[in-house]
């Protein structure tokens, strides 16, 4: 009986101690990777168990029964959510998993500035990990998530939302694609309808000619200003005449080369407004809320042009007498000087006062450029 009671003890004594073995590893941090960082994805609807042995196996916790006791001592065993998790330095198990009871999943940031065109954006796509550039694109021509919106559509440009996105690894081309376009149909809700078809405007219109303002300026308070222009061309039927539409064609072309030549105002494209009159068959770019706003908002101006101060401003006109005035001050006599400086500059700098000459001839191309320009 003796030695029967001595055995129990014996168990009794080293499941104590046992338990204080694991107690005392729950509090200590672990770090069984070798990488800088641990990606452990946790599926919906795993249980303890499982989570357990996915974390054991990628190193984040020492074991099973040291998961568990801390688990134990958590209580937070029902509270555990799924997700993908990055581990980067050594935790103890309770802190491991606090931070998977809290949802700290890992996600990418992805931001998506406006202005953008569905090759721009697939671009940026692929230079966060996100997949091929291709399968971007190919992503964006589903045009059925818009057709309540905008059933002429093509293709989705104008439609991916510019905005900061927070993204799993593994996320697919279409599904980015899916919430962007759930994004712009939020941003472009009840008010920006009810003001566009005030105006009589389809949404395609709108996006149409808030692409091109977003194109054209940066800068919120110029935006309304902008858009009175092209809409009081559009009213009087005077051509938009906008750079941007230009390039656009050319993009699509595969013709642009960074600068806009004078053969190219006649380019045979229904998106070259210098050439076809009204708006351009569709968005050029994606358009952000200040400017969709602008497009449904336009300023009470009668403006009908303007030109670049080269300070991030436009100054506006109402007859081209005054705006002629305006390109000459800030286009030509502003590149002029530009040049003057530049030479003075160069005849005091000996034999390597030459190399600037190919930037005074592309001033003089840019010059050249915004005095053609009607805006």
């Known amino acids: 009986m003796k030695k029967l009671a001595a055995l129990f003890l014996l168990i009794a004594l080293g499941a104590v101690g046992a338990v204080g073995v694991f107690l005392a590893r729950s509090r200590k941090p672990y770090r069984g990777y070798t990488g800088a960082e641990q990606f452990v994805d946790i599926p919906a609807?795993?249980?303890t168990s499982a989570i357990g042995a996915r974390l054991m196996a990628a190193g984040v916790v020492r074991d099973m029964w040291t998961y568990k006791a801390a688990l134990w001592i958590s209580g937070r065993a029902r509270g555990l959510k799924a997700g993908e998790y990055r581990?980067?330095?050594?935790?103890?198990?309770a802190q491991v998993i606090d931070k998977i009871a809290r949802g700290d999943v890992y996600y990418v940031s992805?931001?998506?500035?406006?202005?953008?065109?569905?090759?721009?954006?697939?671009?940026?796509?692929?230079?966060?990990?996100?997949?091929?550039?291709?399968?971007?694109?190919?992503?964006?021509?589903?045009?059925?998530?818009?057709?309540?919106?905008?059933?002429t559509a093509t293709d989705l440009e104008g439609y991916l939302f510019p905005e900061t996105y927070m993204l799993s690894r593994h996320v697919s081309a279409s599904t980015i694609v899916r919430l962007m376009v759930d994004r712009f149909d939020h941003v472009f809700g009840a008010d920006l309808r009810e003001a566009a078809a005030a105006r009589?405007?389809?949404?395609?219109?709108?996006?149409?000619?808030?692409?091109?303002?977003?194109?054209?300026?940066?800068?919120?308070?110029?935006?309304?200003?902008?858009?009175?222009?092209?809409?009081?061309?559009l009213r009087i039927g005077m051509p938009l005449q906008c750079d941007p539409t230009v390039i656009f064609a050319l993009q699509r072309a595969h013709r642009y080369d960074g600068h806009i030549h004078k053969a190219d105002l006649s380019f045979d494209?229904?998106?070259?407004?210098?050439r076809?009159?009204?708006?351009?068959?569709?968005?050029?770019a994606a358009p952000g809320k200040g400017s969709l706003d602008a497009a449904v908002h336009p300023a009470d101006a009668d403006f009908l042009y303007f030109v670049s101060r080269n300070d991030g401003t436009h100054a506006f006109a109402r007859t081209l007498e005054e705006h002629n005035r305006n390109v000459q001050k800030y286009q030509v006599q502003y590149f002029r000087d530009q040049r003057a400086g530049r030479a003075g500059e160069a005849s005091g700098a000996g034999e390597g006062g030459r190399a600037g000459t190919g930037g005074a001839a592309g001033a003089e191309a840019r010059t050249r450029h915004a005095g053609r320009s009607n805006r």
């Open 87 to 93: 581990f980067d330095q050594a935790l103890t198990p």
């Open 45 to 47: 609807g795993s249980g």
């Open 269 to 274: 494209s229904p998106y070259n407004t210098y």
């Open 110 to 151: 992805l931001t998506i500035p406006e202005g953008l065109t569905i090759a721009d954006v697939a671009a940026i796509v692929e230079a966060h990990g996100f997949g091929p550039a291709a399968s971007f694109v190919e992503a964006a021509k589903d045009v059925s998530l818009v057709r309540a919106l905008d059933p």
């Open 276 to 284: 076809y009159p009204g708006l351009p068959p569709g968005p050029i």
């Open 200 to 233: 009589g405007l389809s949404v395609r219109q709108v996006v149409t000619l808030a692409s091109i303002v977003e194109k054209e300026t940066a800068r919120p308070d110029e935006r309304p200003l902008i858009a009175a222009v092209y809409t009081t061309r």
